[in-house]
Nanobody, 124 residues
């Protein structure tokens, strides 16, 4: 079992930055691929970014490439999502998720554990 707790969401303006954090507890954090997903009102949950177990490989949705950066600290059992140049279309609940896998995967159904989510609202 892995428990995930997100933090760092909030209300910002277009062009601002936010840094989301996800603290993990339970099983060995470094055994998990970590991902960030988001869900906007009336839409399905969508992949945002993922990072492999060592932190050396990352993947991003096209909509956030060049603006968002995912990172992890296996010593601190945390994963972060640095979000720059935020746009109103980035408004959503952001979820941290853990996937017990060797290779990095982007499909939400592969992820075994989820946090409760943190709201990000970007005003125009």
């Amino acid at each position: 079992q892995v428990q995930l707790v997100e933090s760092g969401g909030g209300l910002v303006q277009t062009g601002d930055s936010l840094r989301l954090s996800c603290a993990a507890s339970g099983r060995t954090f470094s055994n998990y691929v970590m991902g960030w997903f988001r869900q906007a009102p009336g839409k399905e949950r969508a992949f945002v970014a993922a990072i492999n177990r060592s932190g050396g490989v990352t993947s991003y949705a096209d909509s956030v490439k060049g603006r968002f950066t995912i990172s992890r600290d296996n010593a601190e059992n945390t994963v972060h999502l640095q979000m720059n140049s935020l746009k109103p279309e980035d408004t959503a609940v952001y979820y941290c998720a853990a996937d017990l896998a060797i290779r990095l995967r982007t499909e939400s159904f592969n992820y075994d554990y989820w946090g409760q989510g943190t709201q990000v609202t970007v005003s125009s």
